[in-house]
Every structure is written in structure tokens, then in C-alpha cells.
């Protein structure tokens, strides 16, 4: 019997002391293991004390995240996010990961914690999708037109007189591998999604470019449309700019329309079926004009904003009227980053979800504007990848000498090859390249130059000439005409494609 009651006594000894370290310690953990670039990550802070919970009630814990032993600073130079209390004892703070983070494991972070043993830290990897490969020195040349088809009459390269197929005699001049072709336009005729016009004649394109050993690939606008006032797409929620201290409605959709993805993606998941086509795109995949509409979702999403007191009361329209004085004036550094980073991840959650509806079956490029590494339009190349773009056609053009060289300058520092598929592109325009002296000379200059700096550990692998109905057409090429232009761009895939068999060669 004293045996049994010293056993007794031990047992509910050892059960006391465990409970007692169960309410001692506090955990700390991301809500998943793994995240992407678009992401942001839930921290969890967990704590059975009650001394502990009221300290924190009093003032709220801030958690934050470390990579070997240093703290990260998140979007806007953050360093820690202030938790907020869901439950008794139970914290969370959200991180959004990074800019273009480095893939590996980080672990979460107490700020001024003062808890030693007690607490428990598991960390969580940040990841990076592997994109398709495309073969060294990929060239892609873009027909970008909305003008039926059947009406084209082309004076090609030889100089003589072709339907639309002289288009196709002109990327075989420029010695593309692929033709890149706009097919989903909005708005439809009659209150259609999609304009009718050349869908009709993909088939026949891509069987064209089949016979000529050209790949083909089928691209929709997403954003912006050809809408007027008179002729929007009825159900889509168009964005909304500031003018006038008013909100205005504009042509371009909005990125937070429920319905666009799905209408995307059912426009190109019959190209994605199809074994003639090899590619399918997407452009616009931004705010093409406005984005004030975005105020609510932006402040609800972005952890870390500085609202004014009065927001509550404040209007839909007064809070876009706010949102727009924001952006325009400038003044707030650490505001303008999380307001681009958070564009950025929602064009990336559009990616992701017209990639989920197309299946992986057909490589998926998107196009990005090159200004600041495209996030002043709300675009990354590391949360494209990441959304599932295989290839992120990098648009260098509209941009004078210097501004090129600003531009380019902040890819080489930002991008490395292993984040991101991207293949620097060019524009058949003498106004776009401010009627440079040099000509097509100046064309070709810029895009050896993006393919050689792009990124910061050695060149680029692929390129893309925009656009073959700008080239076919002789305007705005000046005195060069478009076979001054052409060969300008074919000495650039030359030189690429030559690089890329050098390299191919010295590989074991």
C-alpha cells in the first residue's frame, strides 16, 4: 500500500511538472512549411501563461524572421510585424515574404523576447518554382494586331506583295523560332468577352507556322481593353482612376474582377488543348490605368499600414481619393513599397489561378514592364515565376538612352537565373527610341545589352522583336525602312543564338 501510494504521489508529481512546463513554454511557428514569393506568411505565437498573455494584451508581441542569424526586413524595410490576438494565448502576425528572397530555411523571430529555453522556434523555407526550360537562344517575334487577318496585304522581305503570310516571311528573315500572337481582345462584338475578328484564323496561323518550322503561341489581354464608355463588358468591375477629386471609371479591368481568371483562362485552354499551338501567354497582367478601386482589398491584405483615424468613417470614394494622394505625392517610401508589392502579388494569385485552369500542359509566358523591375506597375518576376510562368518576356522598350540604363542597371542587381525565366524584348519603332540617330543601330545596342546584364550572374537565353505588324507596316521606322530594321534584329539573334551553340558546345 505505501509502495502504491508513493507511485501515486510520483505520478501526479511528474503529470504537475508537466503541466507546468507545457504552460511555461511558448511555441513559435509559420502556419505552413513552405512559401513563395507571392506569399505571406502567418507567424504563430502560442502560450498557455497567462502572466505572459496579458504582459502581451498590454503590449502586443512583434515577430519578424531571421536567415542565418540575421533579421529580414520584409516589404517596406519592416523589420517586425505587430501580432494581433485571436485567441486566448494565441498570436499571429503576417510577413509578406520578401522581394525575390533567397530560397532557403528561415526561422521566426520574438522581437525583445527575454524567454531563453522556453521558446520553441520551428522554421519554414521560403521555395522557388522551376520553370519550363526554353532551348538557348529562344527567339519569340510578337504580331501584336487587332486588324483582321484577311485584310493584310504585306510587302515582304523579297519586296514582293503577300497576304498576312509575308508576317511569317518576315520572322523567318529575323530568324525567330516562335511567332507570338494576340488573340483574345475585349470587348466582344455585341456584348461578347472576346473580339471575334482573328480568333477564326489561329488555326490556320498555326498550322502556317507548322509548315515553316515555326512554333506558335497564342496570347489575351487581360487588363486593359479596347472598351468605351458606350461598349463594356457587362459583369466585369472596371478599374477606377482619380481625377478631379473624383474616381472615374476607366477601360482597363480590374484586378480584383472575380471573373476575368476563369474568362482568360476559358478563352485559352482550347490553344492549351491544342497540339499545334506551343505556347500560350498573357498581357497586361497589371493595372493597366486606375487601380484606386483596389483601396479596400489593399488595406484589409497588406499587413503593416499606417490608415488615418478617421478611416472608418471615411467613404469608398473618399478612401480611393486618399489612396490616389498617396501614390501621387510620393513622400511615403516604405507606403509606395507595400502598395507595389501588394499589386504585384495579386497580378501573381491572377497567374497562378488561369495556370491552374490551363493544366501544365503548354508553357505559359506573360509579359512585364521593365520600369524599377517592373514593380511601379506592379509586376515581379520572381512572384510570376513563382505564380507559374514559365517564361516572363521583359519589355524594354519606351525608355530614352538614360532611362534604359537605369532600367537594365537595377535588373543586373536585382535578378539572378535561377529566380526567373526572362527574355529581354525590343520594339520595331524609330518614336519609341526618340528618333536616336543611329536608328535600328540604337535597337540593337539596348537589346545586346539586356541580354548580356539582365541578370546578375551571366546572360540571357532568349529574346523577343515586337512586333512583326510594326515591322511589316514601314512606319515609324524612318529613313531604314523595315529591312534596316530586320537586320538589325538578326544580327542580335545571331550573335544570340551563336553564344547559346558556344555554350552547348563546351559543356561535357
Not at 419 to 429: H, K, M, T, Y
Request: glycine residues 8%; contains cysteine; positive net charge.
Amino acid at each position: 500500500m505505501l509502495l502504491a501510494g508513493a507511485l501515486a504521489s510520483l505520478a501526479v508529481s511528474a503529470l504537475s511538472l508537466r503541466e507546468g512546463l507545457l504552460r511555461r513554454r511558448v511555441s513559435l511557428c509559420a502556419q505552413r512549411r513552405a512559401y513563395l514569393h507571392y506569399d505571406i506568411v502567418v507567424l504563430r505565437l502560442n502560450s498557455r501563461d497567462a502572466a505572459l498573455d496579458a504582459r502581451w494584451r498590454a503590449r502586443a508581441p512583434r515577430l519578424g524572421a531571421e536567415r542565418a542569424g540575421r533579421i529580414v526586413p520584409t516589404v517596406g524595410g519592416v523589420f517586425f510585424e505587430t501580432a494581433e490576438r485571436v485567441a486566448p494565448g494565441v498570436w499571429t502576425a503576417r510577413w509578406p515574404v520578401p522581394w525575390n528572397a533567397p530560397a532557403g530555411e528561415y526561422f521566426p523571430v520574438l522581437a525583445g523576447a527575454g524567454l531563453g529555453s522556453r521558446l520553441d522556434t520551428r522554421p519554414f523555407r521560403i521555395e522557388r518554382r522551376v520553370p519550363r526550360p526554353l532551348p538557348p537562344g529562344f527567339v519569340a517575334a510578337t504580331l501584336e494586331t487587332a486588324d483582321p487577318l484577311a485584310s493584310f496585304s504585306v510587302l515582304g522581305p523579297d519586296g514582293r506583295r503577300e497576304d498576312w503570310r509575308g508576317l511569317l516571311d518576315w520572322a523567318k528573315a529575323l530568324r525567330a523560332d516562335a511567332v507570338w500572337m494576340l488573340g483574345g481582345q475585349s470587348p466582344g462584338e455585341r456584348g461578347s468577352v472576346w473580339r471575334a475578328g482573328n480568333i477564326v484564323r489561329l488555326d490556320e496561323v498555326a498550322r502556317e507556322c507548322r509548315s515553316r518550322g515555326l512554333k506558335f503561341g497564342v496570347y489575351a489581354e487581360y487588363s486593359l481593353t479596347a472598351s468605351t464608355d458606350g461598349e463594356r463588358v457587362g459583369g466585369y468591375e472596371y478599374a477606377r482612376e482619380v481625377q478631379d477629386g473624383r474616381p472615374r471609371l476607366t477601360r482597363a479591368i480590374s484586378l480584383r474582377d472575380p471573373r476575368r481568371p476563369a474568362d482568360a483562362a476559358a478563352f485559352l485552354k482550347p490553344f492549351a488543348e491544342d497540339p499545334a499551338v506551343d505556347f500560350v501567354g498573357l498581357d497586361y497582367i497589371r493595372n493597366a490605368l486606375g487601380g484606386d478601386e483596389l483601396v479596400d482589398d489593399f488595406a484589409a491584405e497588406m499587413p503593416g499600414l499606417a490608415l488615418p483615424p478617421e478611416w472608418p468613417r471615411l467613404t469608398r470614394a473618399e478612401r480611393m481619393v486618399w489612396l490616389a494622394r498617396k501614390r501621387v505625392m510620393r513622400g511615403d517610401a516604405a507606403f509606395l513599397d507595400a502598395w507595389n508589392w501588394w499589386r504585384a502579388r495579386r497580378a501573381a494569385l491572377i497567374v497562378r489561378e488561369v495556370r491552374a485552369r490551363l493544366g501544365a500542359g503548354k508553357p505559359l509566358w506573360v509579359f512585364t514592364l521593365t520600369w524599377d523591375k517592373g514593380w511601379q506597375h506592379g509586376q515581379d518576376a520572381a512572384m510570376m515565376n513563382d505564380a507559374g510562368a514559365d517564361v516572363d518576356a521583359l519589355m524594354f522598350y519606351q525608355a530614352d538612352r538614360r532611362q534604359f540604363a537605369a532600367m537594365l542597371k537595377q535588373w543586373h542587381s536585382y535578378l539572378r537565373r535561377g529566380d526567373a525565366q526572362v527574355a529581354p524584348g525590343e520594339i520595331f519603332d524609330w518614336d519609341l527610341h526618340q528618333r536616336d540617330p543611329s536608328g535600328p543601330a540604337e535597337f540593337s545596342r539596348r537589346l545586346d545589352a539586356a541580354l548580356a546584364r539582365v541578370y546578375a550572374d551571366g546572360p540571357a537565353q532568349a529574346a523577343f522583336f515586337h512586333d512583326l505588324a510594326r515591322l511589316a507596316s514601314g512606319r515609324r521606322l524612318g529613313p531604314w525602312g523595315a529591312r534596316g530594321w530586320a537586320r538589325a534584329a538578326r544580327g542580335v539573334a545571331d550573335r544570340l543564338k551563336s553564344r547559346a551553340a558556344a555554350a552547348t558546345e563546351k559543356r561535357p
